[in-house]
């Protein structure tokens, strides 16, 4: 339609982009833009030079604008192009007036607030809000961060917050807002600092540092994870993509220096919990976040005595001390070497552990035939035999292997790959015994 009406107005010795311009001003004010390129009329319409003209007639045009966010438009370079074109960006600048005070910090933190977090985030938003600093700074109203919301109706329990913006805006002396306690809870994986990544401004703040250390002590304990939308449920496999919910990289707010001393403060905390006595549930307990924080304790956390402690833990007996009746400890041992997250269907064992541990401890099968093991809670009751036999060998791989790939990580016992046979009893002479 667009491309005919420029045909049709050549044609007629008008001016084309004139006649574009004078079909959006009937349009825009009711039914607003759409900068996308799903749209061919838009696609027409938005080319040369009739959204420029448009704002010149209808200077209202320039919130139609300003009230599309970057995913609105095809890419973020074109969005950004949109801004400059109609004028938007002078006036968000300051360059032109226009725009009332805070308007800059409210847009500001919409656009930040609807990246997706399944994306990298665009390096045009983050330029953009560099250069809007100095109209920030001067009208002084606090810039607040895109943080989740806990709350599930908010609709975002997940947020990416950019930690390197928000550094580079202090030291340009932009006002930010308080953040939520622990930053809402998005989880270290949504904290961006890589353009910034020693954070100098924003650790330098103290209400910034003590929110940022509670988030971090918090998701190292393991707590909220599961109401922030973050599942923990794998086995131990470092950095690996499938390793839904657990750090797939090392999360770059754990390098810096409040990073690091709140992962060693917590192995100290975790080796406190050790030296205290455990049973089986409790080095679960013990072991679980070392599977959710994956290769960053490999990568940061080199704790030779952290780890002769973890290696001094006799796993065995703890499984011989959590089953019902007396068991011969090499063949518990023998059953445990066998064990590996391929044994599971989500938590449900295999019919070949299944029938290993029948074949290793008969007494633990009911009278009447093999109870229904893969129909069990993780936890839950079973009847006689069947719930201890998920109370001891086979819990270790209820929990998709973890405990098992995690006690061969922390204790170094044969610094077996994940998915091979993990466990084995006796203590490593490798010199290259890690923590974690």
């Known amino acids: 339609m667009v491309a005919d009406l420029r045909k049709v107005a050549r044609a007629a010795g008008?001016?084309?982009?004139?006649?574009?311009?004078?079909?959006?001003?009937?349009?825009?004010?009711?039914?607003?833009l759409c900068a996308g390129d799903t749209d061919k009329f838009w696609v027409d319409a938005l080319k040369g030079k009739a959204l420029e003209l448009l704002a010149e007639r209808r200077p209202e045009t320039v919130h139609d604008v300003l009230r599309l966010a970057p995913d609105d438009?095809?890419?973020?370079?074109?969005?950004?192009?949109?801004?400059?074109?109609?004028?938007?960006?002078?006036?968000?600048?300051?360059?032109?007036?226009?725009?009332?005070?805070?308007?800059?910090?409210?847009?500001?933190?919409?656009?930040?607030?609807?990246?997706?977090?399944?994306?990298?985030r665009s390096d045009e938003l983050y330029d953009l809000a560099v250069r809007l600093a100095p109209r920030l700074a001067a009208d002084a109203v606090p810039v607040r961060l895109p943080c989740p919301d806990p709350d599930p109706a908010s609709g975002r329990r997940r947020a990416l917050i950019p930690l390197d913006l928000a550094d580079?805006?202090?030291?340009?002396?932009?006002?930010?807002?308080?953040?939520?306690?622990?930053?809402?809870?998005?989880?270290?994986?949504?904290?961006?600092?890589?353009?910034?990544?020693?954070?100098?401004?924003?650790?330098?703040?103290?209400?910034?540092?003590?929110?940022?250390r509670k988030a971090l002590d918090a998701e190292l304990e393991l707590v909220g994870l599961p109401e922030a939308g973050i599942s923990y449920h794998h086995h131990y496999r470092p950095h690996r993509a499938t390793e839904l919910g657990s750090w797939q990289s090392t999360p770059g707010i754990c390098r810096t220096p409040l990073?690091?001393?709140?992962?060693?403060?917590?192995?100290?905390?975790?080796?406190?919990?050790?030296?205290?006595?455990?049973?089986?549930?409790?080095?679960v307990r013990v072991l679980a976040p070392f599977v959710h924080v994956g290769g960053v304790v490999d990568e940061l956390l080199k704790d030779e005595a952290a780890a002769r402690e973890f290696a001094a833990v006799d796993v065995a007996a703890l499984v011989m001390a959590d089953l019902p009746l007396q068991a011969d400890r090499p063949a518990v041992e023998a059953l445990m070497a066998t064990m590996s997250p391929r044994d599971l269907f989500g938590t449900r064992p295999m019919s070949d552990l299944r029938t290993r541990i029948d074949e290793t401890l008969p007494d633990l099968i009911e009278p009447q035939g093999r109870p229904g093991l893969e129909g069990a809670p993780d936890g839950g009751q079973l009847p006689g035999g069947a719930e201890a036999c998920c109370r001891s060998p086979l819990r270790l791989t209820r929990r998709h292997g973890r405990v098992a790939c995690c006690v061969t990580r922390c204790g170094g016992r044969t610094t077996r790959r994940a998915g091979h046979p993990p466990l084995s009893s006796a203590p490593s002479h490798n010199p290259e015994v890690r923590a974690g």
Not at 170 to 196: F, I, K, T, Y
Not at 260 to 282: F, P, S, V
């Open 168 to 212: 580079e805006l202090l030291e340009h002396g932009v006002p930010l807002a308080d953040p939520p306690p622990r930053l809402g809870g998005p989880g270290a994986a949504n904290m961006l600092v890589h353009r910034r990544p020693h954070l100098t401004w924003l650790l330098a703040d103290p209400r910034f540092a003590r929110e940022l």
């Open 14 to 32: 008008a001016h084309p982009e004139g006649e574009v311009a004078a079909l959006l001003e009937g349009i825009v004010p009711t039914i607003g």
């Open 73 to 120: 438009a095809s890419s973020a370079e074109k969005w950004l192009s949109l801004l400059q074109r109609s004028g938007a960006l002078a006036q968000l600048t300051g360059e032109r007036p226009g725009l009332p005070v805070g308007e800059a910090a409210r847009l500001l933190h919409d656009w930040l607030a609807s990246e997706p977090t399944s994306r990298v």
């Open 259 to 283: 990073g690091r001393e709140a992962l060693h403060a917590w192995l100290d905390r975790q080796r406190a919990r050790l030296r205290a006595g455990l049973d089986l549930n409790g080095l």
